[in-house]
């Protein structure tokens, strides 16, 4: 259970592992401090180390979870930097508003889910870094 959701944290994610395969689940408002108003989901990787995002969000908080292989998740709040490995499904990265992020899909295979607080807004994305930190106050 997360205690401060002003931080980057992971979560575990119950489960119900059996010889027929791994089920997980989660019910939103045990485990994260935001309504899930759009889920969207990134696969079909082309390559090993593929990155996305270099972005922040002004708004927007997020649980992702990642299935099928490894990906990692940099983090910057201006003045501190976060690395995350997700490697299965049995954590979740909760990520609240306000950080830099890069994305990065160490393997082919994987995909990362999102689940996001609001629907999708342009103008909640800050795309250049510099800005970034000037919003940042840092
Ligand atoms: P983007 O958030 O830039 O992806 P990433 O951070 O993984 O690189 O989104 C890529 C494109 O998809 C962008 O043109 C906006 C569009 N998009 C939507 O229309 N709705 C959504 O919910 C998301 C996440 C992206």
Redesign the pocket.
């Known amino acids: 259970m997360i205690k401060d959701f002003s931080k980057p944290q992971l979560i575990e994610i119950p489960n119900c592992k059996d010889e027929r395969g791994d089920l997980f689940f989660f019910e939103i408002n045990k485990i994260l401090d935001f309504d899930v108003k ?1 889920v ?1 989901f ?1 696969t079909n990787i082309p390559q090993e180390n593929q990155i ?2 270099n ?1 922040a969000h002004k708004n927007l908080k997020q649980f992702m979870v990642a299935v099928g292989g490894e990906i990692e998740i940099a983090l910057d709040d201006g003045e501190n930097k976060f690395k995350f490995d997700l490697k299965s499904a049995d954590f979740g990265l909760y990520v609240p508003n306000g950080l830099w992020r890069d ?1 990065k899909f160490k393997d082919k295979n994987a995909s990362l889910f999102v689940f996001a607080s609001d629907i ?1 807004q342009k103008d909640d994305y800050i795309e250049d870094y510099q800005e970034f930190l000037r919003l940042s106050g840092v």
Request: avoid cysteine; aromatic fraction near 24%; glycine fraction near 12%.
């Open positions: 759009r969207y990134i996305r995002g972005h994305v999708y």
